[in-house]
């Protein structure tokens, strides 16, 4: 059975790994240097010339580079190719700033649809299989990215884009889906759906899920491999990056394979700037080694993470990623406290709960307050006061064990809370709003 897209790169030793890193490395930063005056300046600045830049050994000679700069750059400043070889734009929502806007050539899409093509192919997918894109189309690289991967496997591809979930589910049946490709969020919605339609996993012929775009814990992974009776794998990109398929999961899940013959990980303390050693947790930074149109130096992703080059069993030699904590600016701080949201999810999930949930920061008599709403299955749901109080009580300890802080726990009755079909929004931090 082919389960790699290109076995050649995705096993290759570490030496010839090295090798064409650092021959990519040396023309992606003479392609920047020569073709934008943005990084022009900011290499001269800290005095470096492309030749200085020999191997993959000299990257951290580099600037970084950051979204403020992205920003700065709007919208043609960091463009690499004239706009008559760009064919594609793709762009963030903007829901943290101004939006990023990512240029595409041809041969950037083709390199973008193999690095998805990969992610498919790990995750089982063949030509036999019919892959139903849930990620949305448009500017979000999603649905782009996924599509075109699914078209280079050879899969029957289905572009339903998110939303119309009873709709999906009907597809699904009908047209024997084998392959989704959604938010986690998004397949924890379908999987509820799908049971209140009175279904089971026995009615749908899905084998396996590739879902990423926002953090999501084991314990939600778990919960969506029961409820649509798949195996379910994380995969991971940004816009800034081409979109999907900076890295993908494989059968072993235990992190994902960087596709770092296109993308040259780094992490390095977000305070101080320095690199650190394999295994600590830090701030992941890219490096494209083969980007036309939009290349990016030492990009500042502000996602924490680590990475790992312990031998995985799929045969893959590409370095691991965890599974990203969350974005740098996505942790709150809370009374002094580091909170991640996923933190939270993992109890929740634990104590029998919908991973349906709201948490709810304010700043009350220069104390921060911290509220989690949590939507009860309908089992769960009781008429008594005091047995929900009690409920609210013990959920409220638990998070407490995790967190090091009290919460205030609002069971809330079933449906309550909104379902996402895209990104969750799972966190409201009225402080920013008095600052
Ligand atoms: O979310 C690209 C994408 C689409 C990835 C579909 C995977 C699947 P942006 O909208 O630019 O691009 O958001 C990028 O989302 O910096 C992370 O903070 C977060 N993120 C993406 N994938 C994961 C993941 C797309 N698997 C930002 N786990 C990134 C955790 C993720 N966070």
Same mark, same amino acid.
């Given at each position: 059975?082919?389960? @790699? ?7 290759? /030793? ?23 005056? #943005? ?18 050994? !000299? ?61 498919? =192919? ?6 036999? !299989? =019919?892959?139903?894109?849930? #990620? %949305? #189309? ?27 979930? *009873? ?9 024997? &889906? ?7 969020? @998004?397949?924890? @919605? ?12 026995? +009615? ?22 029961? /409820? ?13 990056? /081409? ?17 770092? +013959? ?10 101080? %700037?320095?690199?650190?050693?394999? $295994?600590? =947790? ?9 980007? *036309? ?32 904590? %969350?974005? &740098? ?20 999930? *634990?104590? $029998?709960?919908?991973?349906? @949930?709201?948490?709810? =920061? ?20 009781? +008429? ?35 379902? /996402? ?15």
């Amino acid at each position: 059975m082919a389960n @790699y897209w290109n076995q050649e790169i995705e096993c290759m /030793s570490r030496e010839d790994m090295k090798k064409l890193q650092d021959e990519r490395l040396v023309a992606q930063v003479k392609h920047v240097y020569e073709n934008v005056e #943005y990084y022009r300046n900011l290499m001269d600045e800290k005095g470096i010339k492309p030749e200085d830049i020999q191997s993959i050994d !000299d990257i951290h000679k580099l600037p970084f580079l950051t979204k403020a700069d992205l920003r700065d750059a709007y919208p043609y400043g960091l463009l690499a190719k004239p706009l008559s070889e760009c064919v594609r734009i793709q762009s963030t929502s903007g829901t943290t700033g101004k939006r990023v806007v990512a240029f595409y050539t041809q041969n950037d899409i083709e390199l973008w649809e193999n690095c998805c093509a990969r992610a498919i =192919v790990a995750a089982g997918g063949t030509k036999d !299989d =019919v892959c139903q894109v849930a #990620y %949305g #189309y448009g500017l979000f690289t999603g649905g782009p990215g996924l599509n075109g991967g699914s078209h280079k496997v050879g899969c029957l591809t289905l572009p339903m884009s998110s939303g119309n979930t *009873e709709r999906q589910i009907g597809f699904m049946r009908d047209l024997g &889906s084998t392959i989704i490709c959604c938010t986690p969020s @998004y397949a924890a @919605y379908i999987g509820e759906t799908l049971h209140e339609m009175g279904l089971t996993p026995d +009615d749908i012929s899905l084998k396996a899920g590739i879902f990423g775009a926002e953090p999501w814990t084991e314990e939600m992974r778990k919960s969506i491999e029961k /409820s649509l009776g798949i195996k379910a794998y994380d995969i991971y990109g940004l816009t800034e990056t /081409s979109g999907p398929g900076v890295s993908f999961e494989c059968c072993e899940q235990t992190g994902m394979h960087i596709n770092e +013959d296109h993308f040259y990980p780094e992490i390095i303390n977000p305070d101080t %700037g320095e690199v650190l050693p394999e $295994g600590e =947790v830090g701030e992941l930074v890219f490096t494209s080694l083969t980007k *036309e149109a939009f290349p990016l130096l030492r990009y500042r992703t502000r996602d924490l993470c680590v990475l790992s080059r312990k031998k995985c069993s799929c045969g893959r030699t590409l370095i691991k990623m965890r599974k990203p904590m %969350g974005r &740098s600016d996505d942790m709150l701080i809370i009374r002094g406290v580091n909170v991640f949201p996923s933190q939270i999810e993992t109890v929740l999930i *634990e104590q $029998g709960y919908s991973p349906n @949930y709201l948490i709810e =920061v304010d700043r009350v008599n220069n104390t921060d307050t911290l509220d989690i709403s949590v939507e009860m299955n309908p089992e769960q749901f009781s +008429d008594k006061m005091k047995v929900m109080q009690e409920q609210e009580k013990a959920l409220a300890l638990a998070i407490k064990t995790m967190l090091g802080i009290n919460p205030k726990v609002h069971l809330v009755s079933p449906k309550s809370i909104t379902r /996402s079909e895209g990104k969750a929004v799972r966190v409201v931090d009225r402080r920013k709003l008095h600052d």
